[in-house]
């Protein structure tokens, strides 16, 4: 079984550019997840989606957004970048995100962004 | 707040020696319990997870983790360290509950050095 894909690997891009990162889940997961990773704030949760619906949401501005689409796969946007939204995102896919559960949260390599 | 510590930065141990990496959490209800690893310009993998019953348990590579319900913790063990299980180490805990949103609270992570 494929694992999570994302794509790009890595991006640069400049202050007030947008972004949009994409994320495949294994195959079967309906709950994707976006976590956002840097060295001084650590692993921080962006928002999760479950059957096109966002069912949970992190603190983060708005300029932060996703969507899933009927395929299960999802992408994030980030609008207006700030030099402070250079990190690693990662996507997790799990079945169903119930983690009282045997599941759990399996995690692409991300995507590195950096931005100038 | 629900959260999760990781109080050390750093451990050292040299190859063949036990090791052990410690994480505390602060939840309400049960705690759904991760470890997760992170090589080098990857994504995290999966360890071990406790949900209920046995407070030993038993994960990937030869790690095992016990859960300490009067302490509030969740260590991650391994009886004889290898040069590479070298990397950073995240504990995490499932903050969702009852609503079963897949979000998980993870720890500001644990780089285990191995030296030979």
């Known amino acids: 079984k494929a694992g999570v894909t994302q794509t790009p690997r890595y991006l640069i891009k400049t202050r007030g550019q947008q972004v949009t990162l994409s994320c495949s889940p294994i195959?079967?997961?309906?709950?994707v997840s976006w976590y956002q990773q840097t060295p001084g704030q650590g692993l921080q949760f962006l928002f999760e989606?479950?059957?096109?619906?966002?069912?949970n949401k992190g603190n983060f501005p708005g300029r932060f957004s996703g969507r899933q689409f009927s395929n299960s796969r999802s992408e994030m946007n980030v609008s207006t970048l700030e030099l402070g939204d250079s990190a690693l995102y990662l996507c997790?896919?799990?079945?169903?995100?119930?983690?009282?559960?045997?599941?759990?949260?399996?995690f692409g390599s991300g995507t590195q962004l950096s931005v100038l | 707040a629900q959260s999760v510590a990781q109080p050390e930065d750093q451990v050292n141990v040299a190859e063949g020696n036990p090791l052990t990496v410690k994480c505390t959490y602060s939840?309400?209800?049960?705690?759904?319990l991760f470890w997760y690893v992170q090589y080098p310009n990857r994504g995290l993998q999966f360890l071990l997870k406790y949900i209920t019953g046995d407070n030993l348990v038993k994960g990937s590579y030869g790690f095992e983790a016990e859960f300490n319900k009067s302490q509030t913790s969740f260590h991650l063990k391994k009886p004889s360290a290898l040069v590479s299980d070298s990397a950073l180490y995240f504990c995490a805990v499932d903050v969702s509950g009852s609503s079963n949103t897949g979000k998980l609270i993870f720890g500001q992570g644990t780089t285990l050095q191995v030296k030979p």
């Open positions: 989606y479950f059957s096109e619906t966002q069912r």
């Open positions: 195959s079967g997961h309906r709950s």
């Open positions: 939840v309400s209800g049960n705690p759904y």
């Open positions: 997790a896919s799990s079945l169903r995100g119930r983690f009282t559960t045997n599941e759990k949260l399996f």
